[in-house]
C-alpha cells in the first residue's frame, strides 16, 4: 500500500495510529534516507504504544538500541552506524525482535536477512513536507496491522488533516 503525507504532522499522526493499533508484537522495519522522517515516525509510534511526554524518543545512533516502557515494551534499533552482524548479536537483537515487545528497525538493510514477521514502512521525501510511505507486510500479524491503517487510512480520508487529507491512501 502506499500513500502521501503532506507535512510532519500528518507523518506523525500515522506514526502515532501504528502504535496505537499494535495489540502484539511485532518488528517495525523504517526505511528511508536521511532527513525523510523515520524519526518523526518512530517518535509518534513510541507515543501510540504509551511511552510518557516527558521521556525523550531519540535515535539510539550511537548505541544501537534504546528500551522504552510502554504497553508493549518498545526496542527501537538504529543500524546506521553498525560495523558488522556481530554487533547485533553482542546486544542480543534477537532476544528483543523476536520477544514479547515491539523492535522497531531504523536503517534496516544493514540487517544480514529480513526472513521474519514485519511491517516495512519505506519512507520518501518527495518534497520539504510531502512524504511517500509505502507499506508491506510479512507475517500474519503484520497483515492484520496493515489491515488497520487501510481502515485508518480510509477514515482520515473523509476526516482531512490540515485541509487536504491523505492523498492516493489505498494504491495497491
Known sequence: MIFETFCEEETSRFGQFIGTALQR????????DLGTGK????????RGLGVPEDIP???PTFTLMN???ARLELYHFDLYRLADADELT?????????GQGVALVEWPERLDRCDFD??????????????????????KE??????????????????????????????P
Open 67 to 69: 528500551q522504552y516502557a
Open 90 to 98: 553482542e546486544i542480543g537483537f534477537d532476544e528483543f525482535a523476536f
Open 25 to 32: 508484537p511485532l518488528t517495525i522495519l523504517l526505511q528511508g
Open 39 to 46: 524519526s518523526v515516525v518512530a517518535r509518534a509510534l513510541a
Open 57 to 59: 524518543i531519540t535515535s
Open 142 to 171: 503484520a497483515l492484520s496491522l496493515l489491515e488497520s491503517v487501510t481502515l485508518w487510512l480510509q477514515s482520515e480520508k473523509k476526516l482531512p488533516i490540515s485541509g487536504r487529507g491523505v492523498k492516493n491512501a489505498l494504491t
Open 118 to 139: 514485519h511491517l516495512l514502512v519505506q519512507i520518501k521525501r518527495l518534497a520539504a513536507e510531502r512524504r511517500q510511505i509505502e507499506l508491506r507486510a510479512c507475517g
